[in-house]
């Protein structure tokens, strides 16, 4: 078998990072995780990074804004995994500069972990976040750099908690506010089952220059379906209230900007159904459950077991 590639992280104490990383090491890949100097000293990501060390993980001081630092860091690799925050989007400019220089790349994969940017159906400001990242893929194809694009849909650390209720961090008992009318399907997988996967992506000819779309059928449910599985754990009907996408597009308009951004990104998903409304063409993309049998993805019924 052919020895598995050694991967640099850059934003491996991050929410998402933090399980790319974690798989990274534990699927026995020689892992590297890039990070800023500050954060060595944070008291709770020092404890990720000390775990990263347990695994076999080394440590790479450096930062987005230093190109040295980013290009010696690359030149140990063959694979470089970016998982940095929405903020720091558009700075991936400087890790595609820097693997121009380095040379030695076999695949990037830059931060996404979202709705496929190139299908998303979007209004602003919304728009504006997916454009960032579809800049960053035209970058990437115009410097021809070997990529995957990871398409993970939404995380379900993120909405299935509260069943998407932005007023409450626990699941409705009561009353359940329903974006829409609850019908376009929409995704949402674990964040340890979408890193194995990012992972397994990156040695895999399947994935070269494709996006990696999540769409595992226990995974893909509409916001009513997920109502109804969450009534059936909980053995009791909630009251529903149905918010139209003309009040859900005011509200976009009239919320502060943190909120807004959140409302139009569920307005994409769950009213514009962006998750689920193209078929994914073998000259574009590949499903992860498809393509990884051998993940046993935990259903959203599964899921939310944990919460009833
Ligand atoms: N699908 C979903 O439901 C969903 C939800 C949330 C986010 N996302 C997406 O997931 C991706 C990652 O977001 P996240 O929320 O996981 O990120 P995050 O928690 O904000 O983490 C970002 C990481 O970026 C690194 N970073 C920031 N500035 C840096 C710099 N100047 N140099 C080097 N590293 C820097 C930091 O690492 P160090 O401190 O270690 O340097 C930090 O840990 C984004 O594309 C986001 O849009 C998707």
């Known amino acids: 078998m052919a020895p598995k590639s050694k991967i640099l992280i850059i934003g491996g104490t991050g929410y998402i990072g933090k399980f790319v990383a ?3 090491a534990k699927q026995g890949h020689p892992t590297f995780i890039f990070t800023r100097e500050s954060t ?20 790479v001081i450096g930062d987005l804004h230093n190109h040295e630092s980013l290009v010696k860091a ?29 040379g030695n790349v076999k695949r ?23 454009k960032g990242k579809a ?43 329903i974006l829409g009318d609850g019908t376009p399907k929409a995704v949402f997988v674990k964040e340890e089952e979408i890193a194995l996967a990012t ?9 070269l220059n ?12 509409s916001f009513k379906e997920i109502v109804s599985v969450w009534e059936s754990k909980i053995g009791k009907t909630l009251e529903k209230t149905y918010v139209s996408d003309e009040q859900i597009l005011k509200n976009i308009q009239e919320s502060p900007f943190g909120l807004s951004i959140m409302l139009s990104i569920s307005h994409s ?20 459950s498809e393509l990884y049998p051998e993940i046993k993805f935990t259903s959203i019924d599964q899921y939310l077991s944990q919460f009833a």
Request: include cysteine.
């Open 210 to 221: 494709k996006i990696l779309i999540f769409r595992p059928p226990g995974n893909t449910l």
């Open 269 to 288: 998903v769950f009213v514009k159904g962006s998750a689920t409304n193209f078929e994914i063409e073998p000259s574009f993309g590949v499903e992860a």
């Open 199 to 207: 992972i397994k992506s990156v040695d895999d000819p399947r994935t």
């Open 108 to 130: 990037f994969l830059p931060s996404e972990f979202g709705t496929d940017v190139d299908h998303v159906i979007s209004v602003e400001p919304a728009t504006s976040i997916f």
């Open 22 to 24: 974690e798989a990274s």
């Open 40 to 59: 060595t000293k944070h008291p709770e990501k020092s404890k990720l990074l000390d775990n990263f060390k347990s695994l076999g993980a080394k440590l």
């Open 135 to 177: 800049d960053i893929r035209r970058a990437v194809e115009a410097a021809g750099i070997p990529h995957t694009f990871v398409s993970c849909n939404g995380f379900a650390g993120y909405f299935l908690p509260n069943i998407g209720q932005m007023d409450s961090y626990t699941a409705p008992r009561e009353k359940v506010t």
């Open 74 to 102: 690359i030149k140990e690799v063959d694979v470089v995994i970016s998982t940095v925050g929405g903020e720091s989007v558009a700075d991936q400019v400087k890790i595609i500069e820097a693997i121009k220089e380095a």
